[in-house]
């Protein structure tokens, strides 16, 4: 799907700003981008859009379900492309990397807790903060 045909599809009006934006979060080498990452990324390319037309772009895609908002504890908030697949996500407390995970076991252990307590999962979001063992 073009840029043009996500965006409209989802609602919004295409701009310049938002053309510009998801071209960002697809192409970028990282899958978890902050706004500034993104405002630099854009900087750097010349792109004239505004700090403040970012965040209120990423805020638009995130209420329009082009991409996630995630909090990972450091302070600043970073978006990813809404994923095709569920996944858990690792985050390193030194470096602020993050690692995308799936693991069945893990979804299934969650499922069970939760039928045991007498519930069934409708959404989660599992991250882990972990560090390198060689340090």
């Not at 510009?20 to 706004?35: F, G, Q």
């Not at 069934?120 to 390198?132: A, G, K, T, Y």
Request: charged share 30%.
């Amino acid at each position: 799907m073009s840029k043009n045909n996500e965006i409209r599809s989802a609602g919004l009006k295409v701009t310049h700003a938002r053309k510009r934006i998801l071209e960002v979060l697809e192409t970028s080498k990282k899958s978890h981008l902050s706004a500034d990452d993104i405002n630099k990324i854009l900087i750097k390319n010349n792109d004239e859009v505004g700090v403040a037309t970012v965040y209120r772009v990423l805020n638009q895609f995130v209420d329009a379900g082009i991409c996630i908002k995630h909090n990972f504890d450091s302070g600043q908030a970073v978006f990813e492309l809404t994923p095709s697949h569920h996944h858990d996500h690792m985050v390193c407390v030194k470096t602020g990397k993050v690692i995308e995970f799936e693991d069945e076991l893990i979804e299934e252990r969650q499922d069970q807790l939760a039928k045991q307590n007498g519930y069934r999962i409708v959404d989660h979001s599992l991250v882990l903060f972990v560090e390198p063992i060689d340090d």
